[in-house]
Nanobody, 126 residues
């Protein structure tokens, strides 16, 4: 069965760090861009970061550039999102997602997602 297993969320103080993990099962890892969306209460789900393992192309939304780093371990079919210098506005439920289609910049959209993982809650206190 196709699964995206997300983990790593938690509660941290502003300026702290978390590492999210997304382990993929049941599909060909390199055929998909895999990454993270997030959704805060009252806001639309937005793309945060993603990576295409076959060529290493990465995407970051502007608000996380310089703070978040996405990486892929092809031997483990796992994508990691290292989140540093966390801000209260990063508070959201983070969803792992996989898409067979990406844009020219490497990004994927909600409408292009083929598989969703469960959400993991990231809470950043001020």
């Amino acid at each position: 069965d196709v699964q995206l297993q997300a983990s790593g969320g938690g509660l941290v103080q502003a300026g702290g760090s978390l590492r999210l993990s997304c382990a993929a099962f049941g599909f060909t890892f390199d055929d998909y861009a895999i990454g993270w969306f997030r959704q805060a209460p009252g806001k639309e789900r937005e793309g945060v970061s993603c990576i295409s393992s076959f060529d290493g192309l990465t995407y970051y939304t502007d608000s996380v550039k310089g703070r978040f780093t996405i990486s892929s371990d092809r031997t483990k079919n796992t994508v990691y999102l290292q989140m540093n210098s966390l801000k209260p506005e990063d508070t959201a439920v983070y969803y792992c997602a996989a898409s067979a289609i990406r844009g020219p910049d490497g990004a994927i959209t909600v409408h292009q997602v083929n598989y969703w993982g469960q959400g993991t809650l990231v809470t950043v206190s001020s």
